[in-house]
């Protein structure tokens, strides 16, 4: 399982924030299966390690409606070295969140896990 521990809702538009609090399955969606491929101890069966090794060498994950009808998400890894501190996604209606909308989120995701980690651990990386 995997439990949210900060949230942040857009000014306007659809509201589809997990609460904080909120416990979630790791197997399904993108933040769960970013946390499982940078765990070195995981060894289910689902996602395949094929999936999650993918995942690892891309440096992020998407899904669409794995977890939540209508909804997709894409998330990267926040990173200490090779040791993951938690994943960082953004979601939205699935209809708009096609492969280049999704595409487009991974650089700027990226920085703000690097700056997120960076507060963690209160250096820079």
Known sequence: ERICVAAAEPGSGLLDTVPVGAVLPLQLGSAGKVLLAYDPDYRGRRPARAEL???????????SEERETGVASVSVPVLDGDRILGALSISGPAQRFDQVATRRFVPELLEA???????????PL
């Not at 090794?53 to 899904?63: K, N, Q, Y």
């Not at 896990?113 to 250096?123: M, P, S, T, V």
């Open 53 to 63: 090794s993918a995942i690892r060498h891309a440096g992020w994950a998407a899904s």
């Open 113 to 123: 896990a690097r700056r997120l980690a960076e507060d963690a651990l209160g250096q």
